[in-house]
């Protein structure tokens, strides 16, 4: 396979990143999906500071995933609602919530995530799989390698990195489902890291230099992803002291996640064409990412699955 490490700070998924990679946007779009439309009860559940939160429902709007529908003349009220483009980040929400069930624990603080998602379709308790959508088998990292695409040529870094100081979440009245993933992996950065892990990186030179972060921005996530048990990290050298970092199972049930960001930003986001392409074991490159039911095997879209506190 060819090296395209230098390629993943212009890929889709950096593309996505740009638009909803930091905590707060991943709070707000949690609250539309779960039908919070309105300023003020986002402000609520999210935690946010009201400048913080105008910022990034500006954004999301610019951007085309929310649009502002009147719900009051006056004086001039707006709910914040998903576009298409947003309601085609499904898969992604879906990722996160599957995550954050398995991974984020039980906090007394925290409203309850509902344990079970069920597939309206076939009636079945539902962990969405993120499949081929050539073959349909499971994406499993091991199975899937990247190339450079089509626009490969002369990409340079979209990421935005200017920095953005990592919060871990509080806020009194706020609703903290979520609030694991998001303190693990709601900024850039962080989010960065863990995708170019999937995409072969190991060391820490390797990290810096392929992404280009500062160097006390990249120590500080990556201690960040030690500590949560999404890499482990193993000296390779002792004089000097040199360590690698690889992923955990905890990590690895972020991959539906990277996908998601890759296949997203592969369809909104590349109009020039792609600059990193997937290409799946079975043959497929640039292959569809379809989320699925993992009984009916039926793809899942926005309404299709329920939350229910009731298991099989």
């Known amino acids: 396979m060819e090296k395209t490490g230098h390629l993943i700070t212009a890929s889709a998924v950096a593309r996505s990143l ?8 991943m709070l707000i779009l949690r609250d539309v999906f779960l039908g919070r439309h309105r300023f003020e009860e986002l402000q609520q559940k999210t935690g946010a500071p009201r400048g913080t939160l105008t910022n990034r429902l500006r954004s999301l709007v610019f951007h085309g995933v929310l649009y502002k529908n009147p719900y009051q003349q006056t004086p001039a009220r707006f709910e914040y609602r998903l576009t298409d483009k947003g309601l085609d980040l499904y898969p992604w929400a879906l990722a996160v919530w599957q995550w954050e069930l398995k991974w984020g624990g039980r906090d007394r603080e925290v409203e309850a995530l509902p344990p079970v998602l069920r597939h309206r379709v076939c009636g079945k308790q539902v962990s969405p799989l993120y499949a081929c ?3 349909h088998e499971e994406l499993l990292p091991r199975d899937v390698n990247y190339t450079s695409g089509t626009a490969a040529a002369g990409a340079g870094s979209v990421l935005d990195m200017g920095v953005r100081r990592r ?7 706020a609703d903290r489902s979520l609030f694991h993933i998001t303190d693990a992996v709601g900024d850039r ?72 960001l890759h296949r997203w930003g592969s369809r909104w986001l590349e109009e020039q064409g792609a600059v990193l392409s997937l290409i799946h074991t079975c043959g497929a490159e640039a292959f569809d990412i379809d989320t699925v039911c993992n009984h009916c095997r039926e793809v899942l879209r926005p309404g299709d699955v329920s939350f229910s506190f009731q298991r099989d």
């Open 18 to 25: 740009n638009i909803i990679g930091d905590r707060w946007t």
């Open 133 to 135: 959508g050539t073959c």
């Open 167 to 173: 919060v871990r979440s509080s806020g009194t009245g």
């Open 189 to 260: 950065h962080t989010a960065l890291v863990v995708s170019g892990a999937f995409w072969g990186l190991r060391r820490y030179d390797d990290f810096q230099r392929e992404l280009d972060i500062a160097t006390n921005v990249l120590a500080d996530r990556l201690k960040l992803l030690v500590e949560e048990g999404i890499f482990t990290r193993t000296a390779y050298q002792n004089n000097p002291p040199r360590y690698e970092y690889r992923a955990t199972k905890k990590a690895a049930d972020l991959y539906p996640l990277i996908l998601s």
